[in-house]
């Protein structure tokens, strides 16, 4: 069965430093995603992308994230000077059409310290 | 995107139905009744969705009452393995396309 696939699974990175996270949606969708959460909290929406470009983004998705779908198959989010409150898991999604069941990939655990 | 409420956790014996309810009292006409499951701190599971029909698949039976106000998703046979945080996730065809989650209910299956 296709899925979504993130790397790395875990990231400790320093506060200040620049992070890319990545991601391979399923083949053949065209809507992905990026969502936190942070521990014991809700999922929380950051950012959707369609066609090369940001459709939709929440408040949480600041000057500080990026995304960019930097060839055919990959999908990154880049948070280029992270804080201490950036710690989370960060999951991937990506729907066929906007409006189709979303994938998840199993996250990446992002550590700042 | 309307607004779902759940309860907070539910408790169900292995081997028997786990029946998960969901209010969406303001739920419209395009937009579909979606669950989804997160087992542990993993990427979130589709189970399955429905408009206004009762839907089932592999894993799950959806119900949804006539007036589409509420919702039951059905896990006939829990296993151990179905505990887990279940959302309920009502969304449109049309316009913004991102899930919201909510606090979702966390079931519990027990030996």
């Known amino acids: 069965e296709p899925e979504v696939t993130q790397t790395p699974s875990h990231q400790v990175t320093q506060m200040g430093q620049e992070v890319i996270l990545r991601c391979v949606p399923i083949?053949?969708?065209?809507?992905f995603y990026w969502y936190r959460q942070i521990l014991g909290q809700k999922v929380e929406f950051l950012v959707s992308?369609?066609?090369?470009?940001?459709?939709?983004k929440s408040e949480i998705f600041d000057d500080q994230f990026s995304v960019e779908r930097p060839d055919g198959s990959n999908f990154t989010l880049k948070i280029r000077s992270t804080k201490l409150e950036d710690s989370a898991m960060y999951f991937c999604a990506s729907t066929y059409r906007g409006y189709t069941e979303a994938f998840f990939g199993q996250g990446t655990r992002l550590t700042v310290v | 995107d309307a607004k779902t409420t759940q309860p907070p956790s539910m408790d169900c014996a292995e081997g028997r139905a786990a029946n998960l309810p969901c209010n969406h009292s303001t739920i419209s006409g395009n937009e579909y009744v979606y669950w989804y499951r997160q087992i542990h701190s993993q990427g979130p599971q589709y189970i399955i969705h429905g408009l206004k029909n009762n839907e089932t698949n592999e894993m799950a039976s959806l119900i949804i009452t006539e007036d589409r106000k509420s919702s039951t998703l059905i896990l006939p046979h829990a296993t151990l393995r179905d505990t887990a945080v279940y959302y309920c996730?009502?969304?449109?065809?049309?316009?913004?396309?991102?899930?919201?989650f909510g606090a979702g209910t966390r079931l519990f299956v027990k030996a």
């Open positions: 996730i009502v969304r449109g065809n049309t316009g913004g396309f991102k899930t919201i």
């Open positions: 083949s053949n969708h065209l809507y």
């Open positions: 992308f369609y066609n090369n470009e940001i459709s939709e």
